[in-house]
DNA sequence: GGCTGTGAAGCATTTCACAGCG
DNA sequence: CGCTGTGAAATGCTTCACAGCC
């Protein structure tokens, strides 16, 4: 990807896959939104749906369904449309969300312990197996995680393997965090703060940005309110 | 824009301002960026900058600023560059916010409570002036606000006349309390669950979604790990 | 007959490259 | 002389439209 692979904002880079054609970072970034609405499908026990009907509940084209699961394969039946159940399968296993992972949170802080406790992340395909802070809170026992100090996390990520890494601290410690998280073997960091990290090339750092995003909204609002 | 007007990831459409071409959404969503990185700058007494230098700090290219920024007018001064005050209140003036915003907020659990004690808020335009919540916390006293119930919201929402919601509900009300907010006055929502929330085209929606870019980050994890 | 998968066209965004101002 | 602002080129993404399979 671009310069440092950094922020989704800004790199809207294409990844090239081991073979064949590179497929751009927005249709992978796609793919989450259609795997849940697929799986609200499932729970309502529908089994068969074609890309119009799709396209419709997700608010995008048909079109561009069937072109973003082309970079990936066949998954249809022309006349038919698409098995609800399969192509859940086929795009868990693209994501490779068919398998779990181990992540770090490093802030304990109102937004960590948001993030630990959001129901979320229960149904899918990440654990929490690893929490950091500073202060009080380190020694403190945290669904069956003991809290560990910032000086451990490249050890300790080394140690277990972790690969993704959530960061929920004030932004002035931002970028020493992702510095240990990186050297400890992390390779994908959520970022929640507002400050672009810089990262290695093959470090994809994504961000979380509701101030952001609420300041480009107000862009569009109109004055009197 | 297209369909509905809604997530961020979906919709790069563009939006006609009152006057001229049309300026793409993206550029819009950049400007916080930009913002925030002048800002930091301004706090390090940085006076002046050129787009070189500030691609440098925010990982973009020279050129995309220097575009990004000919949408809006002529901030620089050839030879020298941007005075990054100046540039500063600018882009502060074309998003609106130099004024202050009244924000009702739906959902007082664990986010809802990282939301309003989170910092990043207070040196923003953003004040949250509304809680709603169901159960338990009616009633209760936060930031001297009372949250209130749900079924509040549209008459709320009218009376103090705020125009930004901020979602932090699970899943199956999402919805529901869209179209509250909507009914209110609401123009600007900002939505922390996975869910597509089905808007008018005059609404606009952005989805907060960590889930979401954790699972398209998977995509790019070496298998091993 | 209906609907997928996909060339080819159409748009949108980014980057190049440089005229021209401070 | 350096750097902005911007036509024009290049690249990237989306949509059209239809051949071909089920």
Not at 38 to 51: C, F, H, M, P, R
Not at 139 to 146: A, E, H, M, S, T
Not at 160 to 173: E, F, N, Q
Request: proline share 5%; charged share 20%; with cysteine.
């Amino acid at each position: 990807m671009t310069p440092t692979m950094n922020n989704f904002l800004l790199d809207e880079g294409a990844y090239a896959g081991e073979a064949g054609h590179p497929i751009p970072d927005i249709v992978i970034r796609r793919l989450p939104i259609y795997l849940r609405t697929l799986t609200a499908l499932l729970e309502q026990n529908v089994t068969s749906i074609n890309s119009e009907e799709l396209a419709e509940s997700i608010g995008v084209t048909a079109a561009q369904i069937r072109r973003d699961l082309s970079y990936f394969g066949k998954f249809g039946k022309q006349g038919k449309g698409y098995d609800v159940r399969f192509l859940t399968d086929e795009i868990h296993h693209i994501l490779q969300l068919d398998r779990p992972w181990n992540c770090a949170l490093v802030g304990y802080g109102n937004l960590g312990q948001a993030i630990v406790h959001y129901g979320g992340f229960v149904p899918t395909s990440f654990n929490i197996s690893a929490i950091f802070d500073r202060n009080e809170t380190i020694g403190q026992l945290v669904n069956g995680l003991i809290v560990k100090e910032v000086d451990d996390i490249t050890d300790t990520v080394a140690e277990l393997g972790i690969k993704i890494g959530i960061i929920a601290v004030p932004p002035s410690s931002v970028q020493a965090i992702a510095d240990r998280l990186i050297a400890g073997g992390v390779t994908a960091i959520l970022n929640y703060a507002p400050i672009v990290i810089k990262a290695p090339a093959h470090v994809m750092v994504r961000e979380v940005d509701p101030i952001g995003a609420m300041q480009s909204m107000t862009y569009y609002l109109d004055d009197r309110g």
